[in-house]
């Protein structure tokens, strides 16, 4: 299939079962559930890491900070959430045959040039845009698209409802810009 010039169906990748995966993170979240008493999410890593490297740069500023006054940045379940989301993406990469030391992958290649530096850049400001969003929206897309969903809440359905929306705008946008 050829999306916005993008031939989509060269992916050489292995595909794992979207049903298998959906009956995994549905157990995970009763997992979560049950025993932290409380939803998947991964948006307040990201307050964490500001709040360490706020205490480290200007420790009294940052505790004076009504948000780290009731969300001291501390190491919990979250922030090992994240860092074994990442364990488990590279296991799953490792474990599929499909890891790879590349700094640009073939479709962005293929599209927008070899550009290790404006790679990064947009990548940087796509991972920027996200943060905000999550934070600004009270949670990010496993916050709100997994737990949020599951408990049928409409905030969360909202919120998944603008995140697919502006992903799709956005590729329009990315992949109208003519080839290189």
Known sequence: MMAFGVQAGNYDGGVWSPFLVGIG???LCWIVFGFAKTSIGASSFYAVVAGW????????????????RSHPPVANWTFLFVLFTFAGGFAAAWHGGEFRNEWIHLMWRDRFGGHVAWRCLAALLGGVLMAFGARLAGGCTSGHGISGTLQLNIGSWITVTAIFLGGIVTAMLLYSIPSR
């Open 25 to 27: 993170l549905g157990f």
């Open 53 to 68: 490297l706020g205490r480290a740069v200007a420790r009294r500023h940052t505790e004076a900070l009504p948000y780290y």
